[in-house]
């Protein structure tokens, strides 16, 4: 299998920062010598950067223009036959990834592995957060300029959408959930018995809502054990080994084209607990998509 690396080195629109040099750091500590390790090809990675002749001072419009650069990197590696991996900064650059999926597909599915939802919109956030809320952009609450600039035209649909592994939800993101059709996970059942077969069975009967599917890996899920320094900390969560195990359920139960491995700040993670957890993941994904 060819592998296409897409970085994305920006917390929110800011770059040289905090979880913007979480991409580098995964590939400095070996990710594309794992890849290969297990007879893939790995591309030469690609960089998405936001031009200053393009910079605006309004935030959302500079993310859309990242947006955009990172949909039309992931959908040329989908054309070509390739499964994009794409390392992320944060969440907000979720919306790249699924508009590439999208665009080369013709309609994207999304999981979405996250302590939160990050499915409020503006009218909904009680802090203002904008990593609170690309979910719920790409499903087509809020921001609509934003979805557009991803190259995502049409919303993911709730029937081709899930949320695995949260403990921290917000009430409007609790009343979303509760009205419309999109599959639920939370910590607490992520932490059963049998959650590799019970996530595969889930994602598997959804499999054909989208052709193609995305599969978010936001690293907070794991918790502060997993990822130390965060800086929305899970207040409770799944064992790292059920999580790693539900990952690889769902991937290979979908059409999985492109994954997002996202909010790795090398600066809080002295003892590299964070880096080991960030490498299973995408290795998570890489040694499912083949079967699925």
Known sequence: MNISVICVPYQNDVTRWGTANGPKAFLDHGLVGLIEQRGHKVREPVWIELPRSERTRDGITNLGRIASRTSAAVSAAIWQGDFALV?????????GPI???????????VAW??????????????????????YAVALGWDLDDWRRAAGLEQPVRPQAAALIGTSDLDPAEVEALRTHPIFHLDAGRLNQ????KGVYQA???????????????DLDVGGPKALPGGLTPAPYWPSRA???????????????????????????????????????????????????
């Open 242 to 292: 059920n999580i790693i195990r539900a990952v690889g359920g769902a991937t290979q139960a979908l059409p999985a084209r492109a994954a997002t491995v996202a909010v790795y700040n090398p600066s809080t993670d002295q003892q590299n607990r964070g880096l080991r957890f960030g490498l299973d993941m995408a290795m998570a994904v890489i040694e499912h998509v083949q079967s699925s």
């Open 203 to 217: 994602m598997r009967a959804r499999a054909s809502e989208a052709p193609g599917w995305y599969i978010h890996l």
């Open 193 to 196: 018995p049998g959650v590799k």
């Open 87 to 95: 390392l992320a900064g944060d969440c907000t650059h979720a919306l």
């Open 113 to 134: 592995f996250d302590a939160h939802g990050d499915m409020n919109t503006m009218a909904t956030t009680t802090s203002g957060l904008i990593g609170g809320l690309p």
């Open 99 to 109: 508009g590439g999926v999208a665009q080369a597909c013709g309609a994207a599915g």
